[in-house]
T-cell receptor
Framework: EDQVTQSPEALRLQEGESSSLNCSYT??????LFWYRQDPGKGPEFLFT???AGEEKEKERLKATLTKKESFLHITAPKPEDSATYLC???????????FGSGTKLNVKP | DSGVTQTPKHLITATGQRVTLRCSPR?????VYWYQQSLDQGLQFLIH???????AKGNILERFSAQQFPDLHSELNLSSLELGDSALYFC?????????????FGPGTRLLVL
């Protein structure tokens, strides 16, 4: 069964304390892995798309990496404004379906 | 502001009714995706249209249908509504650049079925 699992469910960091979020997947025929940020009550904000193992993408304090089984979202020296829920999704299979993880709720304390 | 608009922002209706949600993609974007987000099931992919044609279908119920019109706006029709259909419904449009797809989400329509 195609599945996407994110961990941890919640993460509390002090400002400046770097960490990583994990997105592991078991799908047939990976087409792409997407990372989003979502603030409460708002639509997801697209962050990155990764397509092949070994690929890395960076944006400000965020860096996403991809292996054959999982993706990591590394947050370097986070700030309180990085607090949000981070979602990953996998596009896979012959029918290009999307499968979402349940998200990691990040709280960065000043 | 992503440039994707959704109407209405809020919708309250009764069980058994039918509603239509509308999405206008960013100018020039040919792809429209529909998603449902509920508290118990998280974000779920419903359907994807590209330039008027259905491209992919997720776990969309038979009571739900969608279409994309020649002007590229899309509508999601929900019929025989049930309490469990209460959720946030998002659409997103996307563009390909540098062999990479970027998605832009709308602000969502909050549906409450009473």
């Amino acid at each position: 069964e195609d599945q996407v699992t994110q961990s941890p469910e919640a993460l509390r960091l002090q400002e400046g304390e770097s960490s990583s979020l994990n997105c592991s997947y078991t799908v047939s025929g990976l087409r792409g892995l997407f990372w989003y940020r979502q603030d409460p009550g708002k639509g997801p904000e697209f962050l990155f798309t990764l397509y092949s193992a070994g690929e890395e993408k960076e944006k400000e304090r965020l860096k996403a990496t991809l292996t054959k089984k999982e993706s990591f979202l590394h947050i370097t020296a986070p700030k309180p404004e990085d607090s949000a829920t981070y979602l990953c999704a996998v596009q896979a299979g012959n029918f290009n379906k999307f499968y979402f993880g349940s998200g990691t709720k990040l709280n960065v304390k000043p | 502001d992503s440039g994707v608009t959704q109407t209405p922002k809020h919708l309250i209706t009764a069980t058994g009714q039918r509603v239509t949600l509308r999405c206008s993609p960013r100018s020039g974007d040919l792809s429209v995706y529909w998603y449902q987000q509920s508290l118990d099931q998280g974000l779920q992919f419903l359907i994807h249209y590209y330039n008027g044609e259905e491209r992919a279908k997720g776990n969309i119920l038979e009571r739900f249908s969608a279409q994309q019109f020649p002007d590229l706006h899309s509508e999601l029709n929900l019929s025989s509504l049930e309490l469990g259909d209460s959720a946030l419904y998002f659409c997103a449009s996307s563009v390909w650049g540098g062999n990479r797809e970027t998605q832009y989400f709308g602000p969502g329509t909050r549906l409450l079925v009473l």
